[in-house]
């Protein structure tokens, strides 16, 4: 897999290479951790940016825009603009600037690496984007623990509080700071193979253990605070919060989970088994997913392959950007992230009104009770 422009690097800690497994991709920034740290990755060209000037405002706002969209750019300029009219300066991440040439020319703009101190000093993360955009917002958001607003460019925006035609509001709201702030739980991952680290990362949203090659499908052993629950034969198994209910855990046949419920779930994908149902954990459960080693006969490899050559038997993937290969013999542990992630809000609507606009729901005939 190849990082997408815009992303950065080294989301997930690894330890050196263990046998069997394939190093680390994806975008991001790591956690502080006490297990081996990664090897440090050559800086990128961004990274020669000249540094903030000293006149930079009082009030700052990180803008990530999903440049892909002329509708995003556009609107970017627009907000951009709008705040630096009002005093509050605008940082944009390089690659979008560079890559996309999102041209911003404001004087309250400055662009900035997209590296973690890319929000220092920052009040706030605003994306212009649909849920992937934000996602990725999320993980620098996560990481100076300051809110997150996103207006959808999307199609469903689950995590955005306003659409593209409230764009004026939203500026408004941001410069009389006139928004809630509400946290979101998060999941930490861990992954260690004969008692060896081999990785670490974090999830808004996912979690998902996955089969690697498309003619197998993966087996395996799952435990729920330390217990064994039950060895499935499936595509994977999908552990989400109830922010990720609504995502890749929904379309694999969970249940939404309302996001004032604290809860982790665990949701089977395509499970050859009759108890493959979709499970609602205590939030201070540990969820722990074993990737079994292969063998003539069992699930995990099909007829006729005497299972040489393994390059990996699954792969885990966290919001679909983090990704590590896992080898057979992997054990992967879930539980709840030790940092939530914060968002801002603009209005008080209730999540069952989201999800009824979110999926057109048909509710003609209601009437309220008076």
């Not at 199609?155 to 979101?184: K, N, P, W």
Request: aromatic share 4%; glycine share 10%; proline share 8%.
């Amino acid at each position: 897999m190849s990082v997408n422009p815009g992303q950065a690097v080294n989301l997930i800690t690894a330890a050196e290479p263990v046998a069997g497994a394939v190093p680390v991709q994806g975008g991001g920034l790591a956690d502080a951790a006490s297990e081996p740290p990664s090897p440090p990755a050559p800086a990128p060209a961004s990274a020669a940016l000249p540094p903030l000037p000293a006149d930079e405002p009082e009030r700052n706002v990180l803008l990530i825009t999903h440049t892909g969209r002329s509708e995003a750019r556009d609107a970017a300029r627009k907000v951009a603009h709008w705040l630096s009219v009002a005093g509050i300066g605008v940082r944009m991440l390089a690659p979008e600037v560079e890559l996309d040439r999102l041209e911003v020319g404001e004087p309250g703009s400055w662009i900035v690496p997209e590296d973690r101190h890319a929000v220092e000093g920052c009040e706030l993360v605003v994306v212009l984007g649909g849920d992937g955009t934000l996602l990725r917002g999320a993980e620098l958001a996560r990481m100076a623990d300051i809110p997150l607003l996103g207006v959808n460019l999307g199609r469903v925006g689950f995590l955005a509080e306003a659409e593209l035609e409230d764009l004026h509001e939203v500026v408004e709201r941001i410069v009389e700071q006139r928004y809630e702030v509400e946290e979101r739980m998060t999941l930490d991952v861990r992954v260690t193979r004969a008692g060896a680290f081999v990785g670490q990362t974090w999830a808004l949203n996912e979690a998902s253990v996955e089969k690697r090659a498309r003619e197998r499908m993966l087996e395996v052993l799952v435990e729920v605070d330390g217990r064994p629950l039950s060895r499935w034969g499936a595509d994977g198994v999908v552990c989400a919060t109830p922010t990720g209910s609504t995502a890749y855990a929904f379309s694999a046949g969970g249940p939404i989970v309302w996001p004032g419920v604290e809860a982790l779930l665990l949701v089977p994908i395509s499970a050859h088994a009759l108890f493959a149902r979709p499970l609602v954990a205590a939030p201070d459960s540990l969820l722990t997913i074993n990737v079994q080693d292969g063998a003539p006969g069992d699930h995990g490899q099909a007829p006729g392959d005497q299972g040489h050559g393994h390059e990996g038997s699954g792969v885990l993937w966290c919001d679909g950007r983090r990704t590590l290969t896992l080898p057979p013999g992997a054990r992967i542990e879930v539980r709840r992230g030790h940092r939530p992630v914060r968002l801002a809000r603009l209005h008080e609507a209730p999540f069952t009104d989201r999800l009824v606009a979110k999926f057109a729901l048909p509710v003609e005939g209601w009437r309220a009770v008076r």
